[in-house]
Nanobody, 124 residues
Framework: VQLQASGGGLVQPGGSLTLSCAAS????????VGWFRQAPGKEREAVSC????????DYVDSVKGRFTISRDNAKNTVDLQMNSLKPEDTALYYC??????????????????WGQGTQVTVSS
């Protein structure tokens, strides 16, 4: 499956953005999908994930209550709604897909297909 992340941009603190991970070559609901981010000078970190069966979700503690991951099977996308954005959310955001048996995991190792990133900048 080929992935493409989009929806990034410049937003003020407290604002919102919705990132979208679009798939081609396969149906995305066969896969667990994760969102990851990497800020300059920092290691890549997992942000959120969603399983294929039952759409179980998980979030890194720093975004719980602010970010929501969801599937749109009609559009073959996985979206990340980001609210109450903070400057520390500034990063290059990537989506990735793992085989369906993996489930929702914030460990990057099982993810085998990665999209190009989309930049999110939170600044006044």
């Amino acid at each position: 499956v080929q992935l493409q992340a989009s929806g990034g941009g410049l937003v003020q603190p407290g604002g919102s953005l919705t990132l979208s991970c679009a798939a081609s070559g396969s149906t995305l609901d066969y896969y667990a999908v994760g969102w990851f981010r990497q800020a300059p000078g920092k290691e890549r970190e997992a942000v959120s994930c969603i399983s294929n069966v039952h759409s179980n979700t998980d979030y890194v503690d720093s975004v719980k209550g602010r970010f929501t991951i969801s599937r749109d099977n009609a559009k073959n996308t996985v979206d990340l709604q980001m609210n109450s954005l903070k400057p520390e959310d500034t990063a290059l955001y990537y989506c990735a897909a793992a085989g369906g048996r993996v489930g929702c995991t914030l460990d990057s190792a099982p993810y085998v297909s990665w999209g190009q990133g989309t930049q999110v900048t939170v600044s006044s």
